[in-house]
């Protein structure tokens, strides 16, 4: 019984515009000598990797213990009167994913009744995370009100939900072994977009990618499942799901660095912006140079690094989720060819993919989700 507020399963009245959804490897580099201070400073990659290993012995303390290694979902309680509710707080949330992200949702279709809901579930609540600072208030959002969100997750992890939405989220972390801390830690994201507008090298706008997207992987793979079959460690696959949230996120970055810096914002590696001859002067003023094209192909190089990787774990997850992060990631994966396509004009030109090439994807990532081993980076090389 909830005892720290009266609590009440209210339909929530999303703000839902249209909005950009926020939307790794291993570790390259993991603690590295401060020659300043006599003390050792721990790299975003170590830092990250050190939750993606807490996640990965969380669900193979659940998992391991098995044959198989998809999830054996628990039922839900039946308190009297509110399994008819929380049908329809899933029912909510499917509906919000069918409405902003719609080619997500027909994957979603693919999966079983329980890994659905909960992946609608998780999807709602990470767009209602994003709109605190991304949204139609997000003026009005202050560090506070962050904070009264974490506390709130802390409510519905506790199983003390706030509003339907949460009720539906509540009863998923129940019933997956999903752990709080990558939910935190988007939180932790949204913190980074009020204070902070520029990021001095990768290793912060690792951090940052992470924070925002990285973490939407982390919280998916106990839901998603990894197949049977599967001779990858669960870690392997947490990694190559946290490549694809850096993926994403990188993207959106490189797509809209017009939209960010009309907002006074840069997303780009500061040093690396000065290694090119660039500086924010130059995204300002918005000015496509030689300059800008080859530091774009570097940028652009790193963001397919990561969708390589990232292709090696979705083929290891249970056959019926493979379809939604396949169409995923070959979607994301054609906005990078849409910006070369645009000359490298991310300032004034948005780069995206066509309906008929979002369609036409579609059936090459059912027919990718199929093939258990195969990616399309090793069917190039056979």
């Known amino acids: 019984m909830c005892v720290k ?3 009440k399963w209210i339909s929530s009245s999303l703000n839902v515009e249209k909005q950009r959804m ?16 006599d003390v050792t400073v721990m790299s975003s990659e170590q830092k990250v990797y050190d939750v993606v290993l807490k996640q990965a012995a969380l669900v193979d303390r659940e998992l391991r213990s098995r044959d198989a290694l998809d999830l054996d979902i628990k ?20 509906e919000v994913c069918a409405e902003y992200a719609k080619t997500f949702y027909l994957g979603t279709l693919l999966m079983t009744p329980e890994k659905r809901r909960a992946i609608w579930a998780i999807y709602v609540w990470c767009r209602r995370t994003d709109e605190l600072v991304d949204g139609p208030n997000a003026s009005h959002i202050t560090a506070t009100a962050l904070d009264r969100w974490e506390s709130r997750l802390e409510d519905l992890f506790s199983g003390c939900p706030f509003d339907m939405l949460d009720a539906a989220l509540s009863n998923t972390v129940a019933k997956f072994p999903i752990d709080i ?18 990021y001095e090298n ?54 809209d660095v017009g939209e ?30 030689d300059k800008w094209r080859n530091f774009m192909k570097k940028q652009i190089k790193r963001a397919r690094t990561f969708f390589d990787e990232a ?24 906005i990078l060819d849409e910006i070369e396509a645009n000359d490298y004009n991310n300032f004034t030109k948005r780069a995206y993919v066509s309906k008929a090439k979002k369609w036409l994807a579609l059936p090459f990532a059912y027919a990718m989700s199929m093939m258990h081993l195969k990616t399309p980076s090793s069917l190039a090389k056979a």
């Open 260 to 289: 960010d810096a009309r907002k006074g914002r840069v997303y780009l590696p500061q040093d690396e912006l000065a290694q090119a001859g660039l500086s924010d002067e130059d995204i300002f003023v918005g000015k496509v140079t």
């Open 5 to 7: 507020r009266q609590h």
């Open 202 to 255: 990768f290793d912060e706008l690792y951090l940052y990618c992470y924070y925002v997207a990285g973490t939407v992987g982390l919280i998916s793979v106990p839901v998603m499942g990894i197949a049977p079959e599967s001779k990858a460690t669960t870690e392997t696959v947490y990694n190559s799901a946290l490549a694809l949230g850096i993926a994403n996120q990188l993207t959106n970055i490189l797509r």
């Open 22 to 37: 926020r939307g790794g490897f291993p570790v390259l580099s993991s603690i590295v000598a401060n020659p300043t201070r």
């Open 75 to 94: 039922p839900d309680i039946a308190v009297p009167g509110t399994l008819s509710l929380l049908g329809e707080a899933y029912d909510r949330c499917g």
């Open 311 to 334: 292709e090696r774990g979705v083929a290891e997850l249970s056959p019926a989720s493979r379809w939604p992060v396949w169409a995923s990631l070959l979607l994301y994966r054609q």
């Open 181 to 198: 801390q990558p939910f935190k830690d988007m939180i932790e994201g949204m913190r980074m977009d009020l204070r902070k507008s520029r």
